[in-house]
């Protein structure tokens, strides 16, 4: 007599597109992705799940800003999907940060345009990742981004400052760092301090 295991639904973290040249806002599939950083940055993404942008696509004058963290062997990823050029997220000047995490970790973003150009300059930055009073953040991967048009605030350098990619530990009450952080093969270009 043969002993049968019982089947083990396959249990595949999910993927969220986003196209923010789609005309109406889906519901995050392939086939009806979400068309705003709003939708995008309301929701709280588990270990596992990604965030697709399509290639090709430009998301203007939005901070991408997602909620969760990741864990160790199961990071939040960021990235595009389909063919041509690179999404891009253009921050427009409207934004401080045209890319944002705050107090999260295992996050892995990769593959997009990032730009923050506005009218004067001002503090801004690409991308932006803050722990506070929060102890040890771990996993960190930002690779194949191209960084440009920052016109940031050229008079800071330490508090408040301007930057492409800017790492910064805040607060005052609890020890507090970044571990395993691998920035890679990336372009930053006429950004400003």
């Known amino acids: 007599m043969w002993a049968t295991a019982p089947a083990q639904a396959s249990q595949r973290a999910p993927s969220f597109y986003v196209d923010c040249g789609a005309a109406t806002a889906g519901d995050g599939s392939r086939s009806a992705p979400w068309n705003t950083w709003e939708q995008v940055n309301s929701h709280t ?4 799940d990604s ?6 696509s430009t998301c203007e004058g939005q901070q991408l ?3 969760g963290s990741g864990a160790e062997g199961q990071p939040i990823t960021v990235d595009a999907y389909g063919t041509g050029a690179k999404p891009e997220l253009a921050g427009a000047g409207q934004v401080t940060d045209a890319v944002r995490l ?4 295992y996050w892995e973003i990769s593959n997009l345009d990032i730009s923050n150009q506005g009218d004067a300059a001002a503090t801004r930055r690409g991308v932006h990742i803050t722990r506070a009073d929060s102890g040890t953040g771990t996993h960190y991967r ?4 191209d960084i440009h048009d920052v016109n940031g605030n050229q008079t800071k350098k330490d508090d408040d400052a301007s930057a492409g990619i800017l790492f910064e530990v805040l607060g005052h009450t609890k020890a507090t760092r970044f571990d395993d952080v691998a920035i890679l093969n990336n372009t930053i270009k006429t950004v400003d301090r």
Do not use: H, T, V
Not at 45 to 48: A, I, S, Y
């Open 51 to 56: 965030i697709l942008l399509k290639r090709g």
């Open 45 to 48: 993404f588990q270990p596992g």
């Open 65 to 67: 800003y997602p909620k």
């Open 102 to 105: 705050a107090d999260q970790q």
């Open 142 to 145: 930002l690779s194949g981004l």
